[in-house]
């Protein structure tokens, strides 16, 4: 059951997308029908005004949503209507592109350089260099430096090699890129001439990207028990990942159903849960609060044994892999400080650190064990961009 994607329904009108590595749930968003998601949405944004202490501006989109524009991510704005000056200035109309969700009492921020992602490129306007994927091997990087500089891109775009372009053909490369192109001057040459405030590329549903992002070698199998997510799936494995098309599987078992199969309930109230326990018996309290979110590493009912300090360090090393889990898992984001139990052996503390560095780097969204204060707590962060999983839970009635 290695990285199998499931996808149903858990209650009325609301969609649970969840991914599972070695039988564990690693990952769960719940999509409202009533309410989608705007994140990847790119708009024609109208600004509304400039505040130049915060080097921000405020852009109105769809619906009358208010959003915020980093001036820092507008150095190459795509204008859809001619304008005076080269500075973004109140009343210019351009494309946007939402790159974070509102978060609690923050508006949606944007960016004026948008991307368009695919399972192996993100293709970006403004940004004009090509990067890739640090978590590609040397051998690999160098085959797809290669490969990059066989295609002319336009003279206002860049790209970024994702980390599943590892090991995949030329032709598959040079297909999704041709694809993204083809979107890319739709957007130039076409979307700008829509009337302000339109919607001119919205994004994949959660389920797709999800599946997009995953990994053809270890994606082992893709099930939904709706006819309809089935169909919308089928179509677009066959247009864009044909090659695992075949791991699309439509669940009809009406005795048993799949978010039974798969305790979806279950694992749902777990990750809403203030206590996590681990199987030594220790636990973990996770508070999120305004600025952070805090979490506690408890011995609860572990027994130490002889050597006191050899089982704290198997606690530790095993609250560490949870609390990455759990960051995945519950979608947490911003600052993240974690008080492990007290270790006194020399160098202890550092080894701690490397391995929760090590456990990071398997997270999908960018994430970092920065280091240990004065006080023994390990500060980690993590990119926002979706709302944590309570969030989600709360606009979809669920809590």
């Not at 508006?107 to 991307?115: I, K, Q, R, V």
């Not at 797709?208 to 082992?220: D, I, P």
């Not at 636990?283 to 704290?312: H, R, S």
Request: charged content about 30%.
């Amino acid at each position: 059951m290695d990285n199998t994607r499931i996808i149903t329904y858990i209650k009325d009108g609301v969609l649970a997308d969840a991914l599972y590595e070695d039988g564990r749930m690693m990952e769960l968003f719940l999509i409202s029908k009533e309410q989608e998601s705007i994140l990847g949405n790119i708009y024609i944004g109208k600004v509304k005004n400039i505040v130049k202490n915060i080097q921000a501006a405020f852009v109105e989109i769809e619906h009358g949503i208010l959003c915020y524009l980093p001036l820092e991510d507008a150095r190459y704005p795509v204008y859809t209507k001619p304008k005076k000056g080269k500075e973004l200035a109140q009343g210019d109309e351009l494309l946007v592109q939402v790159s974070r969700e509102a978060v609690k009492t923050k508006a949606p921020s944007l960016t004026a350089c948008f991307g368009l992602t695919g399972k192996y490129l993100v293709l970006t306007c403004g940004n004009r260099t090509v990067g890739y994927s640090g978590k590609l091997s040397g051998v690999e990087k160098t085959r797809l430096k290669a490969w990059t500089a066989l295609h002319e891109l336009p003279e206002d775009a860049g790209m970024i090699v994702r980390t599943n372009a590892a090991g995949v053909p030329e032709e598959e490369l040079d297909r999704e890129l041709g694809r993204m192109l083809e979107q890319y001057q739709y957007l130039k040459t076409q979307a700008v001439h829509r009337t302000v405030y339109s919607c001119v590329y919205r994004s994949r549903p959660s389920y797709l990207n999800s599946v997009l992002g995953s990994k053809s070698s270890s994606l082992k199998e893709i099930l939904t028990d709706d006819m309809e997510i089935y169909a919308e799936l089928k179509k677009f494995l066959e247009e864009e990942m044909p090659g695992d098309g075949q791991k699309l599987r439509l669940y009809e078992d009406r005795q048993l159903p799949l978010k039974a199969l798969y305790r979806m309930e279950k694992n749902l109230d777990n990750a809403l849960s203030e206590r996590v326990w681990l199987k030594s018996g220790a636990y973990l309290v996770i508070e999120p609060t305004e600025a952070l979110t805090v979490i506690d590493v408890n011995t609860g009912k572990c027994i130490a044994g002889k050597d006191k300090q050899a089982a704290i360090r198997k606690i530790n090393r095993e609250a560490a892999l949870e609390i990455s889990r759990q960051m995945r898992l519950r979608n947490l984001s911003g600052m993240i400080l974690a008080d492990f139990v007290d270790m006194t052996e020399p160098g202890a503390d550092e080894e701690l650190l490397e391995f929760m560095r090590e456990q990071l780097k398997k997270d999908p969204q960018k994430s970092a064990a920065v280091d240990m204060t004065a006080l023994g707590l390990m500060e980690m962060t993590r990119k926002k961009q979706k709302k944590t999983l309570k969030e989600q839970a709360k606009e979809c009635g669920i809590l």
